[in-house]
Every structure is written in C-alpha cells, then in structure tokens.
C-alpha cells in the first residue's frame, strides 16, 4: 500500500531591522553604489524564495525596515538571512528582532505548477499593504483544556476574522523553533479594518489565555528601494 505524501512545512522568517546612523553619513555616490550592491543581493534570492519588505521606520524606534521570507529549505532560509548583512548597504544593518514559525504546506496533490516557487498556495500571504505582527506566548491553562474546548475558542475567533473579507491573517508555529508559541501576521487593505478586527479579537474569550503577545509592530507594504531611500 503506498504511503500518503506528507505535506511540506512552510519556514517563515522575519527579520526586522535597524539602519546604522553611519550610512546616512556617506557622501551621495557611496550610498548610491551600496544601495544597488544591497539591492542586487537580495534580488539575487527571490527566484528561490517568498520575499516581502515592510517599513517600520517612523512607527517605532528601535527597528526600520522588516524583510519576510519563506520557504520550504530551511536551511536555505539562513543562508540567505545570513547574507542580508554582507554586501552594500546591508553592512549598515542590524538585526534588531528576528522570529522564525512554520506553516502547514499545501496539499501535496496540488501539482508544483499552480504553486508560487513550487511551494507556496497563491494569493495566501503579502496580499495587503498593511500588516499587524505580533508573536505570541500561551498560558499553561490553554494547554490544560481538552481538544475540544480548545477548537470552539479558536473557532469563535475565526469567526472574526472571517467578517472582515480584506483581511488575511496566517499564525505560524514556533515550537522548538524560536521563544514564543506562535506568530500572528494579520493582513488588511484598510488599515480601519485591521483596527476594528484586531479590537474585536481583544475581546474574545481565548484572549485570557494569552500571557504575552508583544511587541506589536505595525508594517506598512513598501519596494525595498523605496524603504531604503526614505530612512536613508
């Protein structure tokens, strides 16, 4: 009997951040030149990965810019979050906050062709301009509730969520991966959406079970180029 295919695991990871004061010192042609050497390197990975860039820089004060990627090589993933800090304007850079989850993969019937990068559902994650991140720690008494219970809660939520049609929201699962449970990535296209959504999960019952959630960071969709030349 032949064994189901098991479903790939999805690696995101989420690298915030922050521009050294040094670079905004450089004279015009040099910042010029690092930002093209920067750009090159990290474009020369997106063949091969999920990449979004968000700007944080004005919203908070300890980060600038957020880079997500995924993909379904793990270690793939670190060598080129590795690579972020070595060429051009990346030496500038340093890490201010770094998570890492996983998400469930796509149905292993579901051919590669119809799939972003051979591994990606489409239309699944850096649909919208704003996105809410925020990683999550669960209290002991969530873990102490049956199945059951558990579900119901988490159903009620979805229900919220499921309310507001422009929001996409993904968790990623942190266990035995980085310090928190999970993490949320709530995506809107309004940002009066993502407001009202997030104020209503506030509410829920299964909140109370949450004993840290932060921090919180809001990110604005933005080109790379555009981030870099805006901090800069």
């Not at 474009?43 to 860039?53: D, I, N, P, V, Y």
């Not at 090589?73 to 030496?91: H, I, V």
């Not at 407001?195 to 790379?224: H, M, N, W």
């Amino acid at each position: 009997m032949e064994r189901p295919k098991k479903t790939a695991s999805i690696y995101s990871s989420f690298m915030f951040l922050k521009l050294q004061p040094e670079f905004r010192r450089l004279i015009s042609n040099e910042k010029i030149a690092a930002k093209q050497e920067f750009e090159n390197m990290i474009g020369s990975a997106q063949e091969k990965l999920f990449l979004r860039t968000y700007m944080v820089s004005g919203l908070r004060s300890d980060a600038d810019i957020l880079f997500w990627r995924m993909s379904d090589d793990l270690a793939y993933l670190q060598e080129t979050g590795a690579r972020t800090f070595s060429a051009g304007a990346g030496r500038y850079f340093t890490p201010a906050y770094c998570y890492l989850g996983v998400h469930e993969g796509p149905d292993p019937a579901v051919p590669k062709k119809d799939l972003e990068f051979g591994f990606l559902p489409k239309e699944t994650f850096g649909r919208h301009r704003y996105m809410l991140f925020h990683p999550v720690v669960k209290a002991h008494t969530w873990y102490e509730l049956s199945d059951d219970e558990r579900a119901k809660l988490q159903a009620a939520r979805s229900q919220v969520v499921s309310r507001y049609k422009d929001i996409q929201e993904n968790v990623f699962m942190s266990y035995g991966l980085d310090e928190p449970d999970m993490i949320v990535v709530r995506e809107a296209k309004s940002l009066e959406d993502l407001t009202d959504a997030t104020y209503e999960l506030r509410q829920q019952r299964i909140k109370s079970f949450t004993c840290a959630d932060k921090p919180v960071f809001l990110c604005l969709g933005r080109d790379l180029r555009e981030i870099i030349d805006a901090i800069s």
